[in-house]
C-alpha cells in the first residue's frame, strides 16, 4: 500500500483498493439483496476464521451493532448505527459521494486486517529516534532562541510601561532613568510572577507586537474574533518567550497551540457545554453523580473518596487560558476569569471556606481534597496559607470526632491533600521561598493529624516547557518535602510520535512521576485538538512500553519515590539500572461524563463521516458512585476520523506511515495504576455508609 492510501479521501481511489485487495468482499455485497443478508454472509465467512482473532471480533461486532439506536452521553442525541449498511451500499456502488470516505477508509483497514497482520514497533532504537525528535527548554539551541525572544519581549515591555506612566501600576519608571537603567529594572522585575501577570498580554495586537508581528493574518483575524466574541485572552511575558517566532529551530506547535485558538474553539465559544455533567449543579439537587454538594461553584465531585475545592480567590484565574482548558464552560460563563483584582477573596470568603470545610469533615467517605481552579497556587501566600491551615484544621475535627465513633463506623479521615497548578509550567517563579515555606509547614503539622500524601498535581505539556526556571522551581517544591505529579492532555501535536515518551523521560529525571495522559474531550470546539483514543491506545502500546516498569520492581520504584530525597538523581538510576527509557506511571484515559476516568471501550460503531463510535466501561480498578449502578450503557462520539486524524498529522511533517498500525486498536482496557496513587489503608475499620449521596 502506498502512503496516500492512509488518508484518502478520494472514493474512486477506495474502490479500486476494495477490489484489488478485498475481491471476495465485493463479491458478497454485491451478491446480496439486502443488507441483512450481507450481515449474515458476512458473519459466517468470519466464523471460518480462529475464534480468537482480535480483529475477528472487531468486524462481528460492528455487525451486531449495525441498525441499533444508542444514545450518546456527551450530547445526549440518538444515533442510529448504519456502519454496515453504508459500506454494503458503497461495494454495490449505491455510495459515489466522498463524504463517507473516511468510514469507508477505517473499514477497509479493519478487513485488509484479516489477512494482513498489522507491524508493531517494539524497536528500542526506533524508539530513541523518536524521542530524540524533540528538543527540551534545557537545550542550547532552543535557549539562544529564547534568550533572543526575551530581549525582544523586554524592550517591548519598557514601551508598554512608559504608555502607563502615572497610572496604579506598582512597575514604573523613575524620570530620571535612562533606557540602559529601565532594561535593568524589567530584568529584576522578570523574576517577579506578579510581575507577569500585572503585565500579561490580553490582545490579538499586543500578542503580534510582542512575538515581533510574526502571526499571519488568518490567525490575527481569527483572534480579533474571539476578542470581539468576549473570549479571554491572557498570556504571560515568560510564557511568550517560550515561543519559537522565527521560520528556522525548534518547533513549538505543541505549547504554541495552547494560546492559539483554533477556528472550532473561536465559532462554538459561547454555545460551549460542560463536558463534565457533574459539574452542573441545582440548589437542592444532587449532581449528575449523584453527590450533594454544599455550593456548586467551589466544590465539584465525581468520586466517593475525593472532590475537588475551587476557592473564591485568585486562584479562579490561571497563568493563561489552555486552549484545550477541560473549563472552558466556567471561562465562558465567567465564574473563572482573570480579573485578578477583583478575585482577591473577600470578607464572606473566610465563613463560606468554614462552611466548605465542614462538607469534607462531616461525610463518611470523603479522604482527598484536589485543591485547583483556575490554578491553586494562583491565590496569593496569604490566601494559600488560610486555605491550608482550614484544611489542616478539617483534618484534625474529622480524626477527632473518628475517637468517638465505634469500629466499623469511623468516618474515612483526611489522607491526601493536592494542589492543582499549570504555574510550574507558565510561571514557575511563582514558586518563591515563601511558598515552599508554606507547603513545608503545612506537611509538618498537617502529617500529626493522618494526612500522609502532599501532592503538587502540575501540567507540563511539552519538554519545551521545561526550562531552567521551570527546573529550579521543581526542585524548591521538591525540597519542601511535596510530591509533584504531572498529567498532561494528549493533543494532536503531543501526539506526534516519540513527544510524550520524551516529556516522561526529562521529568523523571527532575523527579516529577507522571499521572495521567487525557484524551481531549470530544466536543466540537476541541476538534483541531482533539486526537482519537486509538492513538493513546497506540503510544500505550508502541511507545510506553519502553518505560513499563517489571511487575518485581514496582514495589522498588514506589518507596523510592515516597522517599521523596534526591528524587531526580535516584530515579536516573533506577532507570538505568532496569533498561528504561523512562517510568511508564500514568495511565492514558478520558474523562467520561459523569461516571469518571476510562480508557476500557469496545469500539462498537463508525458513523457515515468517519468518527468512531466507542462503548465504554467505567475503571474497574478503582470505587464509583453508586450511581453508574444506575445508568446505562455509556457511548461517545470521537469528533474526528482517524484519517482526518492522520491527514492533520501529514500536515504537520509527519509520515503516516509511522503510525499506520492505528487503525487496529479498537478495543482499549484502562491501565493499572501505580501503587503511588493509591489511598492507604486505614488503620481501622470505616463505615460502608455513604453520605451526601442522593440517586433519584
Not at 535516584?570 to 459523569?594: E, G, I, Q, W, Y
Request: charge should be positive; hydrophobic fraction near 35%.
Amino acid at each position: 500500500m502506498t502512503k496516500k492510501n492512509l488518508t484518502t479521501s478520494d472514493i474512486t481511489r477506495l474502490k479500486k483498493m476494495y477490489a484489488k485487495h478485498l475481491p471476495w468482499l465485493v463479491s458478497l455485497a454485491e451478491g446480496s439483496a439486502a443488507c441483512n443478508d450481507f450481515k449474515n454472509r458476512l458473519q459466517a465467512a468470519l466464523n471460518t476464521h480462529q475464534t480468537d482473532n482480535a480483529v475477528v471480533r472487531t468486524i462481528s461486532r460492528l455487525i451486531s451493532y449495525d441498525g441499533s439506536v444508542i444514545n450518546e452521553l456527551s450530547t445526549g442525541q440518538e444515533i442510529r448505527v448504519e456502519t454496515l449498511s453504508n459500506l454494503w451500499q458503497f461495494l454495490r456502488g449505491e455510495i459515489i459521494c466522498d463524504t463517507h470516505t473516511d468510514l469507508l477508509l477505517d473499514l477497509y483497514h479493519q478487513f485488509a486486517a484479516l489477512t494482513e497482520k498489522p507491524e508493531i514497533k517494539d524497536d528500542i532504537a526506533w524508539m530513541k529516534r523518536q524521542m530524540n525528535r524533540w528538543q527540551t527548554g534545557l537545550d542550547k539551541e532552543v535557549l539562544a532562541i529564547r534568550v533572543a525572544n526575551r530581549e525582544r519581549i523586554i524592550k517591548e515591555l519598557i514601551k508598554k510601561i512608559e504608555r502607563q506612566h502615572g497610572g496604579s501600576s506598582r512597575y514604573q519608571f523613575e524620570e530620571s532613568f535612562n533606557f540602559e537603567q529601565k532594561y535593568a529594572k524589567v530584568c529584576e522585575w522578570w523574576k517577579l510572577s506578579h510581575f507577569h501577570l500585572s503585565m500579561a498580554i490580553k490582545s490579538p495586537t499586543e500578542l503580534n507586537t510582542f512575538l515581533g508581528n510574526s502571526l499571519p493574518e488568518h490567525t490575527m483575524r481569527l483572534l480579533t474574533d474571539a476578542r470581539k466574541k468576549k473570549m479571554p485572552f491572557f498570556v504571560t511575558p515568560y510564557y511568550l518567550s517560550l515561543l519559537n517566532p522565527t521560520d528556522a529551530g525548534y518547533d513549538d506547535a505543541t505549547i504554541r497551540t495552547y494560546i492559539l485558538y483554533s477556528q472550532e474553539l473561536v465559532d462554538t465559544y459561547g454555545t460551549i457545554k460542560a463536558w463534565e455533567k457533574e459539574d452542573i449543579v441545582e440548589a437542592g439537587k444532587p449532581n449528575a453523580a449523584g453527590w450533594m454538594l454544599p455550593e456548586g461553584h467551589n466544590i465539584h465531585r465525581r468520586y466517593p473518596e475525593v472532590a475537588i475545592l475551587i476557592p473564591d480567590s485568585m486562584g479562579r484565574a490561571c497563568g493563561g487560558l489552555c486552549s484545550v482548558c477541560q473549563r472552558m464552560y466556567d471561562f465562558q460563563s465567567e465564574r473563572l476569569n482573570f480579573d485578578l483584582e477583583a478575585l482577591k477573596p473577600k470578607e464572606s470568603w473566610d465563613k463560606k471556606l468554614r462552611r466548605l470545610m465542614h462538607y469534607f469533615e462531616e461525610d463518611s467517605q470523603l479522604q482527598d481534597i484536589l485543591i485547583t481552579g483556575g490554578d491553586a497556587l494562583m491565590s496569593q501566600n496569604a490566601t494559600l496559607r488560610k486555605i491550608l491551615d482550614a484544611v489542616y484544621k478539617m483534618a484534625l475535627r474529622k480524626r477527632k470526632a473518628n475517637e468517638g465513633r465505634p469500629e466499623g463506623g469511623k468516618y474515612a479521615q483526611l489522607q491526601r491533600v493536592r494542589l492543582g497548578s499549570r504555574l510550574p509550567a507558565y510561571l514557575p517563579m511563582r514558586v518563591n521561598d515563601e511558598l515552599v515555606e508554606i507547603l513545608r509547614e503545612f506537611k509538618e503539622k498537617a502529617s500529626v493529624a493522618g494526612v500522609s500524601q502532599f501532592i503538587i498535581q502540575t501540567h507540563f505539556q511539552s519538554p519545551l516547557e521545561v526550562t531552567p526556571e521551570a527546573r529550579e522551581a521543581i526542585k524548591a517544591i521538591l525540597s519542601a518535602g511535596w510530591t509533584i505529579t504531572n498529567q498532561l492532555v494528549y493533543t494532536v501535536a503531543a501526539s506526534r510520535r516519540g513527544h510524550t515518551a520524551k516529556l516522561r523521560q526529562l521529568l523523571n529525571t527532575m523527579g516529577v512521576v507522571c499521572y495521567y495522559t487525557f484524551s481531549v474531550k470530544g466536543f466540537q470546539e476541541n476538534y483541531a485538538m482533539f486526537t482519537p483514543n486509538c492513538r493513546s491506545l497506540q503510544e500505550s502500546e508502541e511507545e510506553k512500553i519502553f518505560g513499563r516498569i517489571p511487575s518485581e520492581k514496582i514495589g522498588e520504584l514506589n518507596n523510592l519515590i515516597k522517599g521523596t530525597k534526591d528524587l531526580g538523581r535516584n530515579l536516573t538510576h533506577f532507570l538505568k539500572d532496569n533498561h528504561l527509557l523512562f517510568a511508564a506511571t500514568d495511565r492514558s484515559v478520558l474523562n467520561l461524563p459523569a461516571i469518571g476516568k476510562s480508557m476500557t471501550f469496545v469500539m462498537a460503531g463508525i458513523t457515515p463521516d468517519g468518527k468512531r463510535i466507542l462503548k465504554f466501561e467505567h475503571d474497574a480498578t478503582r470505587r464509583h458512585s453508586p450511581i453508574i449502578d444506575h445508568m446505562d450503557q455509556v457511548y461517545i462520539v470521537e469528533n474526528k476520523s482517524v484519517a482526518a486524524y492522520l491527514r492533520q498529522l501529514q500536515s504537520m511533517g509527519e509520515d503516516p506511515e509511522a503510525y499506520k498500525s492505528i487503525w487496529y486498536y479498537t478495543d482499549g482496557k484502562t491501565e493499572p495504576r501505580f501503587p503511588l496513587f493509591e489511598y492507604p489503608e486505614f488503620s481501622y475499620k470505616a463505615t460502608a455508609t455513604v453520605t451526601n449521596l442522593q440517586l433519584e
